[in-house]
């Protein structure tokens, strides 16, 4: 998940460059730049689905994973070495496909190989990864910006090589899946797996729309228009190239502390609270990106204050999306589904996820030119709503309960349309 959060991270950095039209590659335009943008989650949309088909062939969590790496890999060199933007563009599809392989697959193998009383935290931590990830492209991209300014964001861009050719290097120390090798009767394989590890249809269509519906929620926010576009919005309010590279990655650093306070929340308190407590704050964060747009527009001190609202806003939004629609999604669609239709609910939902991030984030763009941007944040505060009305309705409380109970829950939910509520606090 490092290497995921590299992969979609970096092109931030790259982007504040490439506008500029000082590169080698020329001058980008808008309609590029959405291609650019957008074809990463197309790519991970087609991940996702490639690996339910990898599933259902025989190849395992662990394999997948390891194959994967070779795809980072592949893209990383692709845009690394890229002479033109459609070699650009055909790097970010591979590397999409790893990443949609990545978010589907990674949160599955934590969830069956960890045990009840920690699943959420472990489970919650993959996404944490990819936060890391996030991080360690935007201080790249500076780093980089500021030793080579023309073409640093070559070197930068290809940093999800670094976390898949580590693991390919550790790929002794992973174990496959003691729940996908018991769901094939290598019972043997299974329990020596579990010993390594320490530890011992339509009845899915409430699963199926839990899973879904939390992952279209988690991209209809906007979360990777701001993690794509931040430094060139901070940088259209005000702030130097460089700026708002180096604000993004503060930011990013504080995200990292929340998540990591997040990860032990989700099981401690449950994954309702958590859910709705970071929806919220997720509005309160898109509410401040308006406000300091609205601001800086104007004149005198309003107008100074305008970029750092955003700056506030952005931090908000950041903070609360890693608490609550970042890690969640993918926890909860590793949890709901029972053992023998996880793997294909896991994909459905994940495909789900990247074909609503490309085109939130490809239409962003032509949204802010018709719009404006502080209208783009307007819509996607929209959805904060219905996210905050659906998950206190319908997304099951599944901490400290084995896989294969949520799995029977599920089913219970399904035949009685009711389902317990451990909590209803805020």
């Given at each position: 998940m490092v290497a995921f959060g590299a992969a979609t991270g970096s092109i931030a950095g790259a982007l504040v460059v490439l506008e500029r039209g000082t590169t080698s590659l020329g001058v980008m335009s808008t309609t590029c730049k959405s291609v650019v943008v957008a074809c990463t989650p197309l790519g991970a949309l087609v991940g996702a689905l490639l690996a339910s088909v990898a599933s259902r062939s025989g190849l395992g969590r662990r394999d997948s994973l390891l194959l994967n790496d070779l795809l980072y890999l592949l893209g990383a060199a692709a845009m690394a070495l890229s002479s033109s933007f459609a070699w650009?563009?055909?790097?970010?599809?591979?590397?999409?496909?790893?990443?949609?392989?990545?978010?589907?697959?990674?949160?599955?193998?934590?969830?069956?190989?960890?045990?009840?009383?920690?699943?959420?935290?472990?489970?919650?931590?993959?996404?944490?990864?990819?936060?890391v990830g996030i991080l360690a492209s935007y201080v790249l991209s500076l780093a980089c910006f500021l030793r080579w300014p023309r073409e640093g964001w070559r070197v930068a861009i290809a940093l999800?090589?670094?976390?898949a050719a580590a693991q390919l290097a550790l790929r002794r120390a992973m174990v496959e899946s003691p729940r996908w090798l018991a769901a094939r009767g290598r019972d043997e394989e299974s329990v020596a797996a579990?010993?390594?590890?320490?530890?011992?249809?339509?009845?899915?269509?409430?699963?199926?729309?839990v899973a879904v519906g939390m992952n279209l929620l988690q991209q209809l926010c906007g979360i990777n228009v701001v993690v794509y576009y931040a430094p060139s919005v901070l940088s259209s309010l005000g702030f130097t190239a460089a700026g708002s590279i180096a604000v993004t990655v503060a930011i990013g650093v504080l995200q990292i502390v929340a998540g990591f306070a997040t990860s032990r929340a989700v099981d401690a308190v449950g994954r309702r609270v958590v859910a709705r407590r970071g929806i919220l704050g997720v509005g309160a964060g898109l509410s401040l990106l308006a406000v300091g747009g609205h601001l800086s527009g104007g004149g005198g001190a309003a107008a100074a204050a305008g970029p750092w609202v955003a700056v506030l806003g952005v931090f908000v939004f950041r903070v609360a999306f890693s608490t609550s629609l970042g890690p969640l999604p993918y926890v909860i669609s590793s949890e709901v589904f029972p053992n023998d239709a996880r793997a294909a609910g896991v994909s459905f939902a994940t495909?789900?996820?990247?074909?609503?991030?490309?085109?939130?984030?490809?239409?962003f763009p032509a949204m802010v030119s018709s719009l404006g941007v502080n209208g783009v944040w307007g819509a996607y505060l929209l959805a904060v709503v219905p996210a905050y009305v659906?998950?206190?309705?319908?997304?099951?409380?599944?901490?400290?309960?084995?896989?294969?109970?949520v799995g029977e829950e599920e089913k219970r939910a399904t035949a009685t349309g009711r389902r317990s509520r451990d909590d209803e606090r805020v």
């Open positions: 650009l563009t055909a790097g970010r599809f591979v590397v999409g496909l790893a990443v949609g392989v990545s978010t589907s697959v990674c949160t599955m193998y934590v969830s069956e190989c960890a045990p009840a009383r920690t699943r959420g935290r472990l489970a919650a931590s993959a996404p944490l990864a990819g936060t999800c090589a670094v976390p579990l010993a390594t590890l320490g530890q011992p249809p339509l009845r899915y269509a409430r699963a199926t729309s495909a789900a996820n990247w074909l609503a991030n490309a085109v939130v984030s490809g239409s659906a998950t206190r309705a319908a997304l099951p409380e599944t901490r400290g309960t084995e896989l294969e109970d």
